[in-house]
């Protein structure tokens, strides 16, 4: 399986080659350069398989055994999964009213980002040990993708990770999630921000453009723009699919429409490759007033709006979901001039009018909705009333586009809305939606932990002191390598 990249001007790689780059060199990102069709057959077969089970058919289609062999690629999804505190690894919570909540958030830091970290974790440790090699990963994050990126590679020997958190800015738990892991090979920074979190880029960004110092010391990110997050993340779309779906003897395979709370699209654009790849999926974009998908989906507006509105689904307030490109790409029949000068014109301009055709094809795959904070306090309301269940802000901006379906009363297909975070990570959103937050044991005992948190203050030289403490980590790598 080779990858290539969405602009078209990069030579093609491996996986392993998509894996440890993140951005190709042209600035696009990396897909496969031909989807495996699945056939009726195999889907029957898949649709028996346990979560990881899925996870590892999937990933062997687009690794390929020459680089991990089956018994290999077997053993790293199962362990990756180990610490998952549901046996399933994900559940299917079936409610009132029709109402499918796939929950994928049983794993380390109670956030879906743990299903695709804690595998993308385990294949750079594979071809590191392999290679005998060292990587230092930089991760700026507003929220879970920090505590889920160093949950999946503390005390590996070697991957050292340093995050830059923005203080005030991610909520107390997620702040402890990351300060409370004491390993060596982990390094947390808090900045203190005088805007939003986008400060923290800066730093990341003059570190990574010198290209002699990211080579020296082999350095990465772990955002969505990998390529190893959105494979696995492909996972979620079969399974709620064979969950939803009770035979698959039908002629044709009926449609399970997929629900996706959505922000930089790593799961959207994931769901549009297993769609590509013949699973009978319909997917509905599902954002908070931060609304640049629904109005690209709408009328392909793809532009930046003057600002950030917070939200009380604070994961999904960002203004570029870079993930569109592959949407872009895939939908517009792997045309890589056409994505690289719709993408070029983005970064020049901040905003892009989508041409027809490719908005038409846009609006075929997918359905969009925007949430505003009320609704989503009214849904976080309504569940907790008609179910027991606690929904946290993100999973109730998909679960209230299944209510505003079920008032238009018109025929639908089977609905499931996939939820990213437990509530528990989110207890300020529970109590504005008047209801009363449930901690769990391991969340509470957080609070009396010891912490360590180097502070950046705003005299400080951030790009001087992540370079600094990147040459400490390695040296430290090493001295006991």
């Not at 958030?105 to 594979?126: E, I, V």
């Not at 939003?196 to 010391?217: G, M, Q, R, T, Y």
């Amino acid at each position: 399986m080779w990858y290539v990249s969405t602009r078209g001007m990069a030579p093609r790689v491996d996986f392993e080659g998509a894996l440890f780059s993140g951005y190709a060199p042209d600035g696009g990102l990396f897909m496969p350069e031909k989807l495996p069709q699945l056939n009726r057959e195999t889907l029957r077969q898949w649709s028996a398989l346990s979560y990881p089970s899925l996870v590892v058919e999937l990933c062997a289609l687009f690794i390929g055994p020459e680089l991990i062999p089956r018994d290999d690629l077997n053993d790293l999804i199962h362990r990756a999964f180990r610490r998952f505190r549901h046996r399933e690894v994900v559940r299917l919570s079936r409610l009132r009213d029709g109402l499918n909540v796939l929950e994928l958030w049983h794993g380390a830091t109670y956030a879906f980002k743990d299903l695709s970290l804690s595998c993308t974790a385990q294949f750079l440790q594979y071809f590191l040990q392999k290679r005998g090699k060292h990587v230092t990963v930089v991760v700026g994050t507003s929220g879970d993708t920090g505590s889920a990126a160093i949950e999946s590679v503390r005390g590996a020997k070697n991957v050292s990770i340093i995050v830059l958190l923005p203080q005030g800015h991610c909520t107390k738990i997620q702040e402890l999630q990351m300060t409370t892991v004491l390993a060596e090979n982990v390094r947390v920074f808090g900045g203190e921000l005088e805007g939003n979190s986008d400060e923290l880029d800066e730093p990341i960004k003059a570190v990574f453009a010198d290209v002699a110092f990211v080579k020296k010391h082999n350095l990465m990110s772990l955002n969505s723009i990998n390529w190893s997050r959105v494979l696995v993340q492909m996972a979620h779309h079969f399974f709620a699919y064979f969950q939803c779906m009770p035979s698959l003897d039908l002629h044709p395979l009926p449609a399970v429409e997929v629900v996706v709370p959505t922000g930089a699209a790593g799961n959207l654009a994931a769901g549009c490759i297993a769609q590509k790849m013949g699973l009978p999926i319909h997917l509905v974009a599902a954002v908070n007033c931060n609304d640049i998908i629904h109005r690209t989906v709408q009328r392909g507006d793809f532009s930046l709006s003057e600002t950030v509105k917070p939200t009380l689904a604070s994961a999904m307030d960002i203004q570029v979901p870079y993930n569109m490109e592959r949407i872009f790409w895939l939908l517009s029949g792997s045309d890589s001039q056409m994505t690289r000068g719709l993408m070029e014109q983005f970064e020049r301009t901040q905003s892009v009018s989508l041409p027809e055709e490719l908005q038409s094809k846009l609006s075929a795959a997918v359905t969009s909705e925007s949430v505003s904070d009320e609704a989503i306090m009214q849904t976080m309301a309504r569940c907790w009333q008609e179910n027991q269940s606690l929904l946290c802000p993100h999973t109730a901006v998909a679960v209230s586009y299944h209510y505003q379906q079920m008032l238009r009363q018109t025929p639908s297909p089977p609905r499931c809305c996939l939820a990213p975070a437990s509530a528990a990570k989110f207890p300020e959103a529970v109590v504005a939606a008047g209801l009363s937050p449930e901690t769990p044991m391991e969340i509470l005992a957080l609070e009396g932990k010891e912490t360590r948190c180097t502070p950046m203050r705003k005299s400080d030289d951030w790009t001087v002191m992540l370079r600094d403490t990147i040459e400490n980590m390695g040296r430290q790598w090493r001295a006991t390598s």
